[in-house]
């Protein structure tokens, strides 16, 4: 395996799904010794619009803005516009063509993921919805998609990586949420359901992992990245 350039400490993506700038602040502050990437999603961004990812940024660090835009193509377009430019790395979009290729016209300097199927989403929910295919199927069309038509990459459960790695090449930035700490884990005990070890996310192929609760939540959040930052180190190595 090809592995891309990045530093160890952006290789996980501290999510601050938390409710307030006081708390995003207090975990930012605990993590960044050890973690120089963090991702606002709608939970903080709602409470605290760009206020978080500001400080963030202005303490050095990068921020993935994850806000999964899904709306008409115009109305993505200009939400992008809304983002692009003001230092943020990675924002978020849903998969499907209309969406993508507007908020390509738009993305200024971010990069664009594509949202491909998430992670909290199952083969039992694909069944409720009476949809025959499995979920790899449809993460792997929607993420061959987004790669046609341009989009810097896709988020994806670890189980699916691998495959998106190695059918669709090395250029394609594949970020991994999902995560959960030990080995051989199948029941995030949670909302959660396609989950892996961050280990095994990178070692299939993701560039980056998306780790929250495992972290905020731990008594000694270094502790757990830590430990998940050896596991990388030594895939990486091998
Ligand atoms: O706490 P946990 O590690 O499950 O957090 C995962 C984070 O990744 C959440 O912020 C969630 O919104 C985000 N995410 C996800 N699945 C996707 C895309 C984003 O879990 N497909």
């Given at each position: 395996m090809n592995y891309k350039k990045i530093p160890l400490n952006e290789r996980i993506i501290v999510a601050l799904d938390v409710d307030?700038?006081?708390?995003?602040?207090?975990?930012?502050?605990?993590?960044?010794?050890?973690?120089?990437?963090?991702?606002?999603g709608l939970q903080l961004f709602m409470a605290n619009w760009f206020n978080s990812v500001d400080w963030i940024l202005d303490r050095g660090h990068k921020v993935?803005?994850?806000l999964k835009f899904f709306d008409i193509p115009e109305t993505v377009k200009?939400?992008?516009?809304?983002?692009?430019?003001?230092?943020?790395?990675?924002?978020?979009?849903?998969?499907?063509?209309?969406i993508i290729r507007a908020a390509?016209?738009?993305?200024?300097?971010?990069?664009?993921?594509?949202?491909t199927v998430l992670t909290s989403f199952g083969e039992e929910d694909m069944r409720a919805m009476g949809m025959t295919q499995t979920v790899e199927e449809l993460v792997f069309y929607r993420a061959q998609?987004?790669?046609?038509?341009?989009?810097?990459?896709?988020?994806?459960?670890?189980?699916?990586?691998g495959r998106l790695r190695?059918?669709?090449g090395e250029k394609l930035l594949i970020v991994t949420p999902g995560i959960r700490p030990g080995a051989n884990v199948t029941d995030g005990g949670d909302d959660q359901k396609r989950i892996v070890t961050a280990e095994r996310a990178?070692?299939?192929?993701?560039?980056?992992?998306?780790?929250?609760?495992p972290i905020t939540q731990a008594a000694d959040p270094v502790a757990v990245i830590e430990q998940?930052?050896?596991?990388?180190?030594?895939?990486?190595?091998e």
């Open positions: 307030s700038d006081e708390k995003a602040r207090d975990v930012v502050k605990r993590c960044e010794s050890h973690v120089g990437y963090f991702k606002v993935m803005l994850d200009l939400a992008v516009e809304q983002v692009n430019n003001r230092g943020v790395s990675l924002a978020t979009i849903h998969g499907n063509d209309p390509l016209q738009a993305k200024g300097d971010m990069q664009l993921l594509a949202v998609r987004a790669l046609e038509l341009g989009c810097d990459g896709v988020v994806s459960s670890g189980l699916e990586a190695r059918d669709l990178i070692g299939d192929g993701a560039d980056h992992v998306v780790v929250g609760r998940m930052q050896m596991e990388i180190e030594k895939t990486i190595a």
